[in-house]
């Protein structure tokens, strides 16, 4: 498998890593804390990029391995920032059965970015989700808070603009 590389720049600010700090700060003794630390950090950013994890690791003494692994384990966790505009696309069942992996693909090739991405304008993000509950609709995808279903490819380039 490929690794992905974040096409934006870390841009954290000396207020969100003060933030970070004074939660490290309140947790750094009981290592049994790490994921209320990894969960704070992650409201704090919006993710958790290499830079933060580090941050983590060293303030909570523990290694930027394990920090790593329980980010890359549990999906609540984003690796890579999310755009203005997160794109999720139902790749359940139902969905699948009726075109899903052809609209991701399509979506995808649109924005130059592969699911678990953002585009460099930091404007969109796509991911892949299992059921979101609106199987009638399938192959359904939600924009934000926004949902299409019974959406075709054709479809795509009018949804999109709505949004640029």
Same mark, same amino acid.
Do not use: H, M, N
């Given at each position: 498998m490929q690794k992905k590389i974040s096409k934006l720049p870390f841009n954290g600010t000396p #207020? $969100?890593?003060? *933030?970070?700090?004074a939660v490290i700060e309140e947790c750094k003794n009981d290592k049994s804390r790490l994921m209320h630390v990894m969960q704070q950090a992650q409201a704090i950013y919006g993710y958790l990029p290499i830079e933060v994890q580090a941050m983590i690791a060293e303030g909570m003494d523990v290694p930027l391995e394990k920090v790593y692994g329980v980010a890359t384990f549990y999906a609540q966790f984003a690796l890579y920032p999310k755009g203005k505009y997160n794109i999720s696309v139902c790749i /359940?069942?139902? !969905?699948? %059965?009726? /075109?899903? $992996? #052809?609209?991701?693909? *399509?979506?995808? #090739?649109?924005?130059?970015?592969?699911p678990g991405e953002c585009? #460099?304008? /930091? *404007?969109?993000? %796509?991911?892949? !989700?299992? !059921?979101?509950?609106? !199987?009638?609709?399938?192959? %359904?995808?939600t924009i934000n808070e926004d949902v299409y279903g019974k959406v075709t490819p054709d479809q795509l380039d009018d949804i999109l603009a709505k949004y640029n």
């Open positions: #207020e $969100q890593a003060a *933030k970070l700090q /359940g069942t139902a !969905c699948y %059965v009726k /075109g899903s $992996q #052809e609209l991701l693909d *399509k979506i995808c #090739e649109k924005l130059g970015i592969a585009t #460099e304008d /930091g *404007k969109f993000s %796509v991911e892949e !989700c299992r !059921c979101i509950g609106a !199987c009638g609709l399938a192959p %359904v995808f």
